[in-house]
């Protein structure tokens, strides 16, 4: 199993599929508007993971005019966070949680800017979801670290992933170039899209199979980022992953 570190200026990670998991509120949720909509449920889940609501209800549910459209993509991802805080007040499944690895990492790469706020916080999230529900998913499973101070979602792009949008901006804010930067999902939209800003990528394999990642252009895979790790000298940041071998 090969070893890779690399030095970066930034990592800038999808949210879910990649630090959290709210997989089951998002299936009951696309449950219920496949029977609103007469929806073929198996067909829209195989297709729908990576792209943002938006582009999703414009696809699989193309009766839904532009006028109803961002009414319809408020209601798909309040229902979301509905289903997860209910399971949540229940205490049982159904809830958003973080998935492994996702705390230690975020502390490894969060302890410098703590230690010394003059130093940059070394990442950032680009979500596919909207600022609504982006913000109370990670809030749902992540009392530590805070939110990063680049937080990207969908509202702040004109165009959704596969497209570069969405990490140009989130290196522009950062202050870093995309080629210093290393980029974290889980769903082959999100690897285009990184590799279309010109970052490297981090495949993994929570939510895809390993050759989906190396087709979509993927750097380097691995299972999820309990095969990552990371440390500061002084102001420079170094990952290292525990990957796979290339298929």
């Known amino acids: 199993m090969p070893v890779h570190e690399i030095e970066v200026d930034c990592v800038l990670f999808d949210m879910d599929g990649t630090l959290i998991d ?29 792209y943002r609501t938006v582009e999703n209800l414009k696809r699989f549910i193309p009766s839904i005019t532009d006028e109803e459209l961002p009414e319809r993509v408020r209601a798909f991802e309040g229902r979301i966070a509905e289903i997860a805080a209910q399971a949540a007040e229940k205490g049982g499944p159904g809830r958003i949680v973080a998935l492994p690895g996702t705390k230690k990492l975020l502390a490894e790469i969060s302890s410098a800017s703590l230690a010394n706020p003059s130093i940059r916080p070394g990442w950032a999230i680009v979500t596919s979801a909207t600022a609504a529900y982006g913000h109370v998913g990670f809030a749902a499973s992540l009392s530590s670290p805070s939110p990063p101070r680049t937080f990207i979602t969908s509202d702040q ?23 210093r930067c290393l980029v974290v999902e889980d769903a082959p939209p999100g690897v285009l899209a990184g590799k279309a800003a010109g970052c490297r990528v981090l495949g993994l394999k929570t939510t895809h199979d390993v050759g989906r990642m190396w087709e979509a252009g993927a750097d380097y895979v691995c299972q999820d980022l309990s095969g990552v790790s990371a440390r500061w000298e002084g102001e ?12």
Not at 29 to 47: G, H, I, K
Not at 160 to 178: F, I, M, R
């Open 236 to 247: 420079k940041l170094f990952i290292t992953i525990q990957g796979e071998e290339k298929q």
């Open 157 to 179: 792009v004109s165009r959704g992933k596969p497209a570069p949008d969405p990490y140009l901006l989130g290196a522009k804010q950062s202050g870093a170039d995309p080629k």
């Open 22 to 50: 709210s997989t089951p509120a998002v299936n009951q949720t696309w449950r219920e508007f496949a029977e609103q909509y007469n929806l073929d449920l198996p067909y829209v889940m195989e297709r729908c993971h990576g």
